[in-house]
C-alpha cells in the first residue's frame, strides 16, 4: 500500500461507523473485490481517521492470531493504539 499524503487527508471520517463495518467485514475476508478496491485504494488515501483505524486493527488482529486468543488485555490493545497512531505520523 502506498503511504498517503497525510497533509491532504481529512481528518474526520463522515461515514466512521459504516467505514469501520466495511473495514471489518475486508479484514473478515468478506468484503467484495469491489469494496476493498475503493476501500482500500480510494477512501484510505484521504481519510486519516480509516487509515488510522485500518492499521490499527490489523496491528491488533496480528496480536490476536500471535496470543491464539480472541481477547487481549485492554492495557496491550491501547498500547497498540499509541505506537500504531504513533508510527503514522501523528
Ligand atoms: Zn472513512
Same mark, same amino acid.
Given at each position: $500500500?502506498? $503511504?498517503?499524503?497525510?497533509?491532504?487527508?481529512?481528518?474526520?471520517?463522515?461515514?466512521?461507523?459504516?467505514?469501520?463495518?466495511?473495514?471489518?467485514?475486508?479484514?473478515?475476508?468478506?468484503?467484495?473485490?469491489?469494496?476493498?478496491?475503493?476501500? $482500500?485504494?480510494?477512501?484510505?488515501?484521504?481519510?486519516?481517521?480509516?487509515?488510522?483505524?485500518?492499521?490499527?486493527?490489523?496491528?491488533?488482529?496480528?496480536?490476536?492470531?500471535?496470543?491464539?486468543?480472541?481477547?487481549?488485555?485492554?492495557?496491550?490493545?491501547?498500547?497498540?493504539?499509541?505506537?500504531?497512531?504513533?508510527?503514522?505520523?501523528?
Amino acid at each position: $500500500m502506498n $503511504m498517503p499524503d497525510m497533509n491532504k487527508m481529512k481528518q474526520d471520517c463522515p461515514n466512521k461507523q459504516e467505514c469501520l463495518q466495511l473495514l471489518q467485514s475486508i479484514l473478515d475476508g468478506e468484503a467484495t473485490a469491489a469494496q476493498k478496491e475503493t476501500f $482500500m485504494k480510494q477512501h484510505l488515501q484521504e481519510c486519516m481517521t480509516c487509515y488510522q483505524n485500518y492499521h490499527l486493527e490489523v496491528a491488533i488482529r496480528g496480536l490476536l492470531k500471535q496470543k491464539c486468543s480472541n481477547e487481549a488485555p485492554e492495557e496491550l490493545i491501547n498500547s497498540i493504539k499509541e505506537k500504531v497512531i504513533k508510527n503514522l505520523g501523528q
